[in-house]
């Protein structure tokens, strides 16, 4: 009897086994790049995430998202770039990087989400975007000054040579330490992709062992 209830735990604990110890296959799960795109800090594993606001599915993967990062080990850098898949793209690319430098991501990025998907607001310009931060919190005047500024412009610039030399034809789409490639489609939908990213990340703190 005893043997028959150990044996029966077994089962009932075996698939969780086999999905820990579940292996993604480079070209069907996640692409290797032909060239490794130069990461900021060799010492840790980078993570990217391309999305951008008006992407109705980067809005669906972001809870999922933020949960990982806040569960994320100190060797992880992740890191997010805006992509600009045409002109409309380009002002909230812009917002989040004057956001992200004025240091207010906290207060904008998911409520940019939520305006454009949930209350369906339409941003056209610079003026609709400092409208709707300064509502937020965010300093209007010093919003306005990063908008076209250099620093901004210089980031934007950077983002769309990582975004050339990742690969990137839809979002979102995650690049792990400037090698690997995934996709939703490929991981088998949204879900599977932070398990990819996650076995990815594996990868690459052995390779440095």
């Known amino acids: 009897m005893l043997k028959k209830v150990a044996l029966s735990g077994f ?9 820990a110890a579940e ?3 480079e ?3 996640y692409v290797k790049l032909d060239t490794p795109v130069r990461t900021a800090d060799a010492s840790k594993v980078e993570v990217v995430e391309l999305f951008g606001y008006p992407c109705p599915h980067c809005y669906s993967f972001e809870p999922a998202l933020e949960s990982w990062q806040h569960k994320a080990n100190d060797d992880v850098d992740f890191k997010r770039i805006p992509v ?9 690319a812009r917002a989040y990087y004057s ?3 004025m240091k207010t991501l906290d207060k904008t990025h998911n409520a940019t989400f939520n305006a454009v998907h949930v209350e369906r607001r339409r941003f056209r310009n610079q003026e609709d975007l400092a409208e709707f931060y300064g509502n937020l919190g965010v300093d209007s005047a010093k919003f306005n000054k990063y908008f076209n500024s250099f620093a901004v412009t210089a980031r934007l610039r950077q983002g ?6 990742y690969g990137v034809e839809g979002v ?3 690049v792990v330490n400037g090698k690997y490639r995934v996709t939703g489609h490929m991981a088998g939908g949204q879900g599977k ?4 990213v996650n076995f990815l990340v594996e990868k690459e703190r052995k390779t440095a062992q």
Request: aromatic share 10%; proline share 8%; charged share 20%.
């Open 27 to 29: 070209g069907k799960h």
């Open 11 to 19: 089962l009932l604990l075996l698939p969780l086994w086999v999905q």
């Open 172 to 174: 979102p789409s995650m």
């Open 84 to 92: 600009v898949f045409g002109r409309s793209w380009e002002p909230m």
């Open 99 to 101: 956001s992200e430098l």
């Open 23 to 25: 292996t993604f296959i």
């Open 193 to 196: 992709m932070l398990d990819v």
């Open 160 to 165: 769309d040579s990582k975004v050339r030399g």
